[in-house]
């Protein structure tokens, strides 16, 4: 449930900013957030440019494991289930605009950050998710 919310939020969102404004339009520029239209060549905070290949890679890799692994994930807590399945939403969301059109639509911009979406935004929170749950597993098992 949770990838299907992240990829078709990130995918409405998307849509709203390219066909709403121009690329390197900015709205609400004085306020915390603003929307600010860019596009990334690169993984979040565009890093490692042009290596599409990788974060497709990486996303059909993130597929495989989730399916293969379907039957563990369904015993783990609600939680974890939310962060892989936001890790996951994002992973397919950003891969879709890879493989369509060679890039990454990024808009949203905080005070000293770099622009990311709502795809970013569920891979971060399901990596932070899946980071928690791996340390205190591991903490109870000590």
Same mark, same amino acid.
């Given at each position: 449930?949770?990838?299907?919310?992240?990829?078709?939020?990130?995918?409405?969102?998307?849509?709203?900013?390219?066909h709403s404004?121009?690329?390197? =339009? /900015?709205?609400?520029?004085?306020?915390?957030?603003?929307?600010?239209?860019?596009?990334?060549?690169?993984?979040?905070?565009?890093?490692?440019?042009?290596?599409?290949?990788?974060?497709?890679?990486?996303?059909?890799?993130?597929?495989?494991?989730?399916?293969?692994?379907? /039957?563990?994930?369904?015993l783990q807590?609600?939680?974890? /289930?939310?962060?892989?399945?936001?890790?996951?939403?994002?992973?397919? &969301?950003?891969?879709?605009?890879?493989?369509?059109?060679?890039?990454?639509?990024?808009?949203? /911009?905080?005070?000293?950050?770099?622009?990311?979406?709502? &795809?970013?935004?569920?891979i971060t929170?399901?990596?932070?998710?899946?980071?928690?749950?791996?340390?205190?597993?591991? =903490? &109870?098992?000590?």
């Amino acid at each position: 449930m949770a990838a299907t919310v992240v990829f078709v939020l990130d995918r409405l969102t998307k849509l709203w900013v390219t066909h709403s404004l121009a690329l390197g =339009q /900015q709205l609400w520029p004085n306020l915390p957030i603003h929307i600010y239209y860019t596009i990334n060549n690169g993984a979040a905070f565009s890093i490692l440019p042009d290596a599409d290949w990788l974060f497709l890679a990486v996303a059909v890799v993130l597929l495989v494991v989730v399916a293969w692994k379907w /039957q563990l994930l369904a015993l783990q807590p609600g939680w974890v /289930q939310v962060g892989v399945g936001a890790l996951l939403g994002g992973a397919v &969301a950003n891969a879709v605009d890879r493989v369509g059109q060679g890039y990454v639509v990024d808009f949203m /911009q905080l005070p000293h950050w770099p622009v990311f979406n709502v &795809a970013d935004s569920g891979i971060t929170v399901g990596v932070v998710i899946l980071v928690i749950r791996i340390t205190t597993a591991g =903490q &109870a098992r000590a």
